[in-house]
DNA sequence: CAAATTAGTTGCAAAAGTCAACTAATCTGA
DNA sequence: TCAGATTAGTTGACTTTTGCAACTAATTTG
């Protein structure tokens, strides 16, 4: 009998944790951010011109959700909503200098807590293990291989 | 500027890329579990005796939570619920006929599912990322040391 | 230009998760 | 020993997260 944890069985858990450390870290530094917030600020910072479907194509969420998380996003006044000049469907998202402010703490605190995460894990490690997750992320089949972020 | 995406952005995004190549494999084999129902069948049939308090602590979840998600497993007859002997306010949690059947289904897919999201790592790889997964799970100072499953 | 497609939006509902209160059983220490 | 603390399970009420379907307005395409 094969004994050995499935693999999603472990990596679920190893997630579920780190996500527990992250949000116990953040609240520690008073910053109210759920990680999909974290995460959608990080996306939103890191490309120019985005819309709402290109981050729901991106992440494989439903585009009513990322409507919804961005509203909130919105109401904190961290993101702005401007209408694309070419296509008057679109809507862009922009970072305010707040959301940007906001964004560089948790980035400051989130990279600490990758830190701790990692205590212990060589540099080249570190390296094979990002190669397998990324391995891993393509045999899904859903990753846009061109995917740059 | 440090342009590598966040640690629990990349494992974040794998983690729920693989989810759904799972599930939609599960759907594809006329599997009706949700993940979270399989790991729970997995952890069930793994251990003696278990109680859903045992579960909670293990998983880092509440225990209204897993109350619920094992009475679905109990809707299903894939488990039942008995009184420990020794102290009656502890119940046992264990697999039915039925329930180990159709965990055995799933475990095979799941492993399936294993494999494809591991094509084209070598096994010393899989072995080195396990044991980088294993390190960060401790790190979060959550994981129970003594535990083996 | 009519028909199909696309981006955003909204309503509805289901699933997932949290928190507090409660019961019954067990443990603990003065 | 037995009163008070603790533990496991349960329930209710609530919030958050998520997905689906329908809709509008703008754009693309044959």
Known sequence: MNTRKPLLYLMGQTMHLSKLR???TFKENDIELSMEQFILL?????KEDLTQQDIANHFYRDKS???RQTNILIDLRYVVRMQDREDKRKK?????????EVF????KISDQVS???LHG?????L???ENVIQKIQQNTGFSDLAENC
Chains 1, 2 share one sequence.
């Open 65 to 67: 959700l990322i409507m």
């Open 22 to 24: 992250l949000l116990a």
């Open 121 to 125: 894990v060589t540099e080249e490690e």
């Open 92 to 100: 862009n998202l922009i970072l305010t200098k707040k959301g940007f």
């Open 42 to 46: 990080h996306f939103i910072n890191a």
């Open 127 to 129: 390296i094979h293990f």
């Open 104 to 107: 560089e703490h948790a980035k």
């Open 115 to 117: 830190q701790e995460l």
